[in-house]
């Protein structure tokens, strides 16, 4: 008896024991056969040699939902039926297998082994979707590292670009598009903090101070994802004109007036992209007190050598 069939045997005998009711040794008896049955069924795959049973037994396997054996004896098979008709079969449910298990990472490894061994193989496109969708449910929170993100983005892309006609191509951009609102997010968090942390600290990263980090990176995000959506673009719009006020306002005395002047000029490009902005009352304020700055000392520093 193997040591999994014993373990097995102690817990349906300890559950014979406990149960008071009539038949009930019998109910574990006949638990404690299936048992061994399944377990004398795995001992023997394990021991043989005749791959091809391995093979179609796994298939079988993948079918009942059982994915994880099926995974095991799909990982043992594959390398054997290298260079076989059935080689490129088996590597993919091997992903697939994967897949319907949650572990996304080695689903993504497999699918995309396959379509790198098997450019012009019968499962390449679901290959290529499927090692993106992997990537895709990997995605950490959006305050982490999200090189998983571009990764996924980056095979979605690809995807696309080779199979431009796919049935799967709105949901698949979808998905792209749903990724990028992420990195925005991520950015526009970066950009929140920068300005939540104000005059505190200096960040040596962009040279100067943390308004300027808010701006470089709100900026940054604007100009890298342009087809983010319109209420958050309009949010990562305000933050620079709110950072560029309150740098201004914290200005030595020779960058001030420039600094007010680059507000005015900021308040303008925010009101002709979002002539209805919830924020359009507050940006005019920060309009009217930047002009009549700029109005006030703005002319004596004309004169300043």
Not at 51 to 58: C, L
Not at 182 to 198: F, H, N, S
Not at 244 to 258: D, G, I, M, N, P
Request: charged share 25%.
């Amino acid at each position: 008896m193997c040591d999994v069939c014993r373990i097995c045997f102690f817990f349906v005998y300890l559950h014979a024991e406990c149960m008071v009711r009539p038949g009930s040794i019998l109910v574990s008896l006949l638990l404690l056969g299936g048992v061994m049955t399944s377990c004398s069924r795995m001992n023997a795959l394990e021991k043989t040699t005749d791959f091809e049973y391995k093979y179609e037994v796994a298939k079988q396997l993948f079918m009942e939902g059982k994915y994880a054996r099926a995974s095991l004896l799909f990982a043992e098979v594959v390398t054997i039926m290298k260079g076989t008709a059935n080689a490129e079969e088996s590597l993919y449910i091997l992903a697939m297998s994967n897949f319907c298990q949650k572990d996304y990472e080695s689903a993504s490894q497999y699918f995309r082994k396959y379509y790198q061994m098997y450019p012009r193989g019968l499962y390449v496109e679901y290959a290529h979707y499927y090692c993106g969708l992997s990537l895709y449910n990997m995605i950490p929170d959006v305050r982490l590292d999200q090189q998983s993100t571009y990764d996924a983005i980056k095979e979605f892309q690809e995807f696309l670009d080779n199979y431009p006609t796919t049935g799967i191509k709105a949901q698949t951009q979808n998905m792209i598009f749903q990724l990028q609102d992420r990195l925005v997010e991520k950015e526009y968090l970066a950009a929140k903090l920068y300005y939540d942390l104000g005059s505190y600290l200096t960040n040596c990263q962009f040279g100067g101070s943390n308004w300027e980090a808010c701006v470089v990176t709100a900026e940054n995000a604007l100009r890298d994802f342009p087809y983010a959506e319109a209420w958050r673009r309009e949010d990562l719009s305000i933050m620079i004109l709110r950072a560029k006020y309150r740098l201004a306002q914290q200005s030595v005395e020779t960058k001030r007036v420039q600094r007010y002047r680059d507000c005015v000029d900021e308040y303008y490009a925010f009101r002709n992209d979002y002539p209805e902005s919830k924020y359009l009352n507050e940006a005019h304020g920060i309009f009217t007190k930047s002009d009549d700055f700029v109005k006030k000392h703005g002319k004596e520093e004309d004169y300043v050598d």
